[in-house]
């Protein structure tokens, strides 16, 4: 199991033991709960997390991640980018179809961070390749800010992306997290706390996520 960790490169170590469940009520806990006995590994199914920034879905990754090295599945860890970034390196180095098989292999491969950085053509057709060879094969967990619907904007292609949503959502757990970030929240919980030792009014309007606030997140 400690080599299965080590071997995922997660960047941090979550459970679900410190995830408030309370704080997203959009998401399906029951779901998740269900998610985290990894039968659907077993099954070879995909997971997609969908929600703005702050909303914990890499916290879930994480922890679902876990969960998969604690039942003893080979999982790899890594960002939307960082595995572009690997994938035209290897393409360089003429290393490209042992990286791709070593893709293949792993039983749940998380890729973290969907739709922040826009792919090149290049780009693209790579993360494609790598995502398409898992269709059945292994189970992939993919996390976004974007909704469905804007993917296009990151793949650069209609074809590519329709393409690729095609297959990784023909058998697929959504987790809708839609909710204020947790990030601005706890934070504006500790501002208020510090507050309330200064001052002997309580503000009123302290738990009111400030205008575009969230947006700034990230
Ligand atoms: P996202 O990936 O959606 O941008 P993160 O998972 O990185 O968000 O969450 C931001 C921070 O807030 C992390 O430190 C994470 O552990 C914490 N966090 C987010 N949601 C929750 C939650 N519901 N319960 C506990 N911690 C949370
Ligand atoms: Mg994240």
Same mark, same amino acid.
């Given at each position: 199991?400690?080599? +299965?960790?080590?071997?995922?490169?997660?960047?941090?170590?979550?459970?679900?033991?410190?995830?408030?469940?309370?704080?997203?009520?959009? =998401?399906?806990? /029951?779901?998740?709960?269900?998610?985290?006995?990894?039968? *659907?590994?077993? +099954?070879?199914?995909?997971?997609?997390?969908?929600?703005?920034?702050?909303?914990?879905?890499?916290?879930?990754?994480?922890? =679902?991640?876990?969960?998969?090295?604690?039942?003893?599945?080979?999982? !790899?860890?890594?960002? /939307?980018?960082?595995?572009?970034?690997?994938?035209?390196?290897?393409?360089?180095?003429? +290393?490209?179809?042992?990286?791709?098989?070593?893709?293949?292999?792993?039983?749940?491969?998380?890729?973290?961070?969907?739709?922040?950085?826009?792919?090149?053509?290049?780009?693209?057709?790579?993360?494609?390749?790598?995502?398409?060879?898992?269709?059945?094969?292994?189970?992939?967990?993919?996390?976004?800010?974007?909704?469905?619907?804007? *993917?296009?904007?990151?793949?650069?292609?209609?074809? =590519?992306?329709?393409?690729? !949503?095609?297959?990784?959502?023909?058998?697929?757990?959504? !987790?809708?997290?839609?909710?204020?970030?947790? +990030?601005?929240?706890?934070?504006?919980?500790?501002?208020?706390?510090?507050?309330?030792?200064?001052?002997?009014?309580?503000?009123?309007?302290?738990?009111?996520?400030?205008?575009?606030?969230?947006?700034?997140?990230?």
């Amino acid at each position: 199991m400690e080599r +299965r960790i080590r071997a995922a490169k997660f960047p941090q170590t979550k459970s679900l033991d410190t995830f408030d469940f309370k704080a997203i009520a959009s =998401l399906n806990k /029951a779901l998740v709960l269900e998610l985290a006995r990894c039968e *659907w590994i077993e +099954r070879r199914e995909n997971c997609i997390a969908l929600g703005p920034a702050g909303t914990g879905k890499t916290h879930t990754a994480l922890a =679902l991640g876990l969960a998969a090295c604690q039942k003893n599945y080979s999982t !790899l860890f890594v960002t /939307a980018a960082a595995l572009v970034h690997e994938l035209m390196e290897a393409r360089d180095e003429r +290393r490209l179809r042992i990286l791709q098989k070593n893709l293949s292999k792993v039983d749940l491969l998380i890729v973290d961070e969907l739709g922040y950085v826009p792919f090149t053509a290049v780009g693209s057709e790579l993360l494609f390749e790598v995502l398409s060879r898992r269709y059945e094969q292994g189970s992939t967990m993919l996390t976004s800010n974007l909704p469905f619907d804007e *993917w296009t904007s990151v793949f650069g292609s209609e074809r =590519l992306t329709g393409a690729l !949503l095609d297959r990784l959502t023909h058998h697929v757990h959504i !987790l809708e997290m839609n909710g204020d970030s947790y +990030r601005l929240a706890s934070s504006q919980k500790r501002a208020r706390k510090r507050g309330a030792l200064a001052q002997p009014e309580p503000n009123i309007h302290a738990d009111k996520p400030q205008e575009g606030g969230a947006t700034s997140e990230d």
